[in-house]
């Protein structure tokens, strides 16, 4: 295991399509986080789980966002109805609940673009 | 959570030491705080966590001092891969059982010029 994948690593998409992220955490890591991040920000939070529950939301994500951790292991993000407003870079981050807070491993991205 | 307030940028040269500050006004007892650096299409990375006084790994130093309202990273003899963005976190206290999540403000963007 070497590490938070997610897929794709680039996703180009119209307005008004819908798309999904997938992240694969580390194995033993029972938190999974999700960011977003916008050129020129730090990462936003949008959501995490512990496990499979999702136990926070933040109010950036909106009803058209919706995020998924079956049986606790990967994860994936939804987005309907894209938006220009959507295009970031999707950071998936995981985590050993208790700890260091240096546990938090994130990924690559994937980034997202709507034309 | 703490707020932090570090410099929006800052450029150095090639083998220079780099110092990043970092204000945190409100820090609570049980804080800790943290770096992180983020490379150009990547995720944030963990660089350096402390408490207070001094600590120090393969990649930085990081100096607190005894009212631990502020923190520098300390990057000895930068090179051009060091060129990121600095990011400086506070309130959330390691082997505890708490549900915080991290909080990213806009860091601190260094650029190292040859």
Redesign the interface.
């Known amino acids: 295991d070497t590490g938070v994948s997610q897929d794709p690593r680039h996703k180009i998409t119209k307005r008004g399509q819908n798309v999904t992220f997938r992240c694969d955490p580390i194995s033993e890591h029972n938190r999974l986080y999700w960011y977003r991040q916008t050129l020129g920000q730090g990462p936003e939070f949008l959501t995490y789980f512990q496990n499979e529950a999702q136990l926070e939301k933040s109010r950036l994500l909106s009803d058209r966002f919706s995020a998924e951790r079956p049986k606790g292991s990967f994860s994936t993000l939804e987005i309907q109805r894209t938006e220009q407003g959507d295009s970031a870079m999707y950071l998936c981050a995981s985590s050993l609940r208790a700890e260091p807070n240096y546990g938090y491993t994130f990924g690559s991205g994937t980034r997202l673009t709507v034309v | 959570l703490a707020k932090t307030t570090q410099p929006i940028s800052m450029d150095s040269y090639e083998g220079q030491e780099v110092n990043i500050t970092c204000s945190h006004n409100n820090i609570a007892t049980n804080d ?1 705080i ?1 770096w992180y650096q983020q490379f150009p ?6 660089i350096i ?1 402390g408490y207070k006084t001094k600590v120090t790994n393969e990649v930085a130093s990081l100096f607190i001092p005894a009212d631990r309202k502020s923190s520098t990273l300390s990057l000895p003899r930068v090179s051009l891969s060091d060129t990121a ?1 600095y ?1 400086c976190l506070v309130g ?6 708490r ?9 601190t963007r260094l650029h190292i010029l040859p």
């Open positions: 800790y943290t299409s990547q995720g944030p990375r963990f966590q963005v990011y959330l206290a390691p082997r505890m059982n549900d915080d999540k991290i909080i990213f403000g806009k860091g």
